[in-house]
Nanobody, 119 residues
Framework: QVQLVESGGGLVQAGGSLRLSCKVS????????WGWFLQAPGNERELVAT???????VYADSVKGRFSISRDNALDTVYLQMNNLKPEDTAVYYC?????????????WGQGTQVTVSS
């Protein structure tokens, strides 16, 4: 079992920065992919960025060059550095973890943290 707890969301002006953190507890060695997703009101949850245990990183086109995902194994924490934020980045951001062995109940998700970008 793995638990994910996000922090770092808040209100920021356009052009500003925020860093989201996802503290991982439990058996993190069983995880192959870490990631961040967002969900804006009325929309489906969508990918922001993922990082594989191998180090391979994937970003959504909308955040390339502005956001950066990283993982601190010693602290068991996954970060999302968000720079040059835009009003359209406003959403609830969720931490995500995919285990090597898929579970019938699905992958792991955090509770979400709200990011609001004002114009």
């Amino acid at each position: 079992q793995v638990q994910l707890v996000e922090s770092g969301g808040g209100l920021v002006q356009a052009g500003g920065s925020l860093r989201l953190s996802c503290k991982v507890s439990g058996n993190s060695r069983g995880i192959r992919t870490w990631g961040w997703f967002l969900q804006a009101p009325g929309n489906e949850r969508e990918l922001v960025a993922t990082v594989e245990k191998s180090g391979e990183v994937v970003y959504a086109d909308s955040v390339k060059g502005r956001f950066s995902i990283s993982r601190d194994n010693a602290l068991d924490t996954v970060y999302l550095q968000m720079n040059n934020l835009k009003p359209e980045d406003t959403a609830v951001y969720y931490c995500y973890a995919r285990p090597w062995i898929r579970r019938p109940s699905g992958d792991y998700w955090g509770q979400g943290t709200q990011v609001t970008v004002s114009s």
